[in-house]
Each structure stands twice: as structure tokens, then as C-alpha cells.
């Protein structure tokens, strides 16, 4: 079964600029999280949906990060405008089951963003 | 609030030496408790989780709920099993947060 895939692997910006990921899930998954993580931290959620619902954004910056799931499948991330403290690793996730945080996540290879 | 604790960044043992990684967890009520490992050059992925109650790899996992921990324990370390480990913590509840610790590199030594 093919995995989680994201595009690009890598991305430098410059601070200002706008920034979008993406993410495709495993095939059939409900659940997809986006992961922000700092170098020398744990991953911290930033949006988890449920099919094309938002079940959770508690933690996303609201003012320059947006996220959607088109049709439920595919998800995008963005961040307009970026600031220097957004350098990270963009993770994505995605998991089988509805309404249930508990289920194994399958994680994507990650984006590394450096704002410059 | 959720939160997890590892207390060592880095743990570095010798191959056939017992290891154990710490974690503890802070929530309010009963969390599903797990590990995730990402070896070098390889993705995050599920090692173990408690409610599963299995040894992966070797790997065991008990839950504390006293001293509110979850400490991965393998009693003869390998060198494969170098790799970077994060303890994370769900609550069953809908739209509970899942959070992770900041992980322990584990470096087995020849």
C-alpha cells in the first residue's frame, strides 16, 4: 500500500512570503493531522480533520497558517505571511478510523522550511 | 492540560546493555499512551502502544497510572535499535489532542 506522500520535500523562503504544502493520504484513511516540528522538539498538531471537517485547530496560528481538505482526500497547508520562527518540519499524517484519536497515524516524509 | 516528559534528550548504551527511556504524562483522566520511533533516514512510525499491550522489537511499554508513566524498556539493546523516540499521549475523547514528548535519541554503542 502506498504511503503518505508530501510535496516538496524541501522549501527556503524568505520571511514575508507565502508558503503552501501538500499532502495525500493513505487511500481510504478518515483522519489526516498536519504536524509542525521544531528542530530538537516533538511534532506539535496543528489541524487534524476528519474526512473535510476540522476536528481540532486549537494550536494553528490562525493569523497566517490555513489549511484545507478537498473532498476529504488530499490536504493543503499554508502560510501567509511567513515568519522566521515557521522554519520547521511540515508533517502530515493520516489515520483508518472516524472520531477516534487513538488510532495508529502514518506519517509523510515532511517538508523542512527555512524562512530566511 | 496534555503534556509529555522525556527527561533524557539523548541515552547511549551498549549493544546487550538493558534499555530503558522514560516518559511521563500529565492528563486528566485515562490517556492511550504510545511510542513512535523514526530510525535515520526513515519516516515517524508507531512502535508500540498500551492499549495493544504487545512487545514490538523486543520493546515493552507498562502504564503507570500512579507515577503517571510509560517507560519503554528492552532488556538486551541491539544496534538497529538507534534511533530517535518519542512517547505521545490521546485521550479517547472526540477532537482530544494528540501530543507528543520532545523524544529521546538512543544511541547503541558496538
Known amino acids: 500500500e502506498a504511503g503518505v506522500a508530501q510535496s516538496p520535500r524541501y522549501k527556503i523562503i524568505e520571511k514575508r512570503q507565502s508558503v503552501a504544502f501538500w499532502c495525500n493520504p493513505i487511500?481510504?484513511?478518515?483522519?489526516l493531522y498536519w504536524y509542525q516540528q521544531i528542530l530538537g522538539q516533538g511534532p506539535k498538531l496543528l489541524i487534524q480533520f476528519q474526512n473535510n471537517g476540522v476536528v481540532d485547530d486549537s494550536q494553528l496560528p490562525k493569523d497566517r497558517f490555513s489549511a484545507e481538505r478537498l473532498k476529504g482526500v488530499d490536504s493543503t497547508l499554508k502560510i501567509q505571511p511567513a515568519k522566521l520562527e515557521d522554519s520547521a518540519v511540515y508533517l502530515c499524517?493520516?489515520?483508518?478510523?472516524?472520531?477516534?484519536?487513538?488510532?495508529?497515524?502514518?506519517f509523510g516524509p515532511g517538508t523542512r522550511l527555512t524562512v530566511l | 492540560a496534555q503534556r509529555v516528559t522525556q527527561p533524557e534528550k539523548l541515552l547511549s548504551v551498549f549493544k546487550g546493555a538493558p534499555v530503558e527511556l522514560k516518559c511521563n504524562y500529565s492528563?486528566?483522566?485515562?490517556?492511550?499512551l504510545f511510542w513512535y520511533v523514526q530510525y535515520s533516514r526513515q519516516r515517524l512510525q508507531l512502535l508500540l502502544r498500551h492499549i495493544s499491550r504487545e512487545s514490538i522489537k523486543g520493546f515493552t511499554a507498562d502504564l503507570n497510572k500512579g507515577e503517571t508513566s510509560f517507560h519503554l524498556k528492552k532488556p538486551f539493546a541491539q544496534e538497529e535499535d538507534s534511533a530517535m523516540y518519542y512517547c505521545?499521549?490521546?485521550?479517547?475523547?472526540?477532537?482530544?489532542?494528540?501530543?507528543f514528548g520532545p523524544g529521546t535519541r538512543l544511541s547503541v554503542l558496538p
Open positions: 505521545a499521549l490521546s485521550g479517547y475523547n472526540y477532537g482530544q489532542n494528540f501530543v
Open positions: 487511500s481510504g484513511h478518515a483522519t
Open positions: 492528563y486528566s483522566g485515562s490517556p492511550e
Open positions: 499524517a493520516s489515520s483508518l478510523a472516524l472520531a477516534v484519536s487513538t488510532d495508529t497515524q502514518y
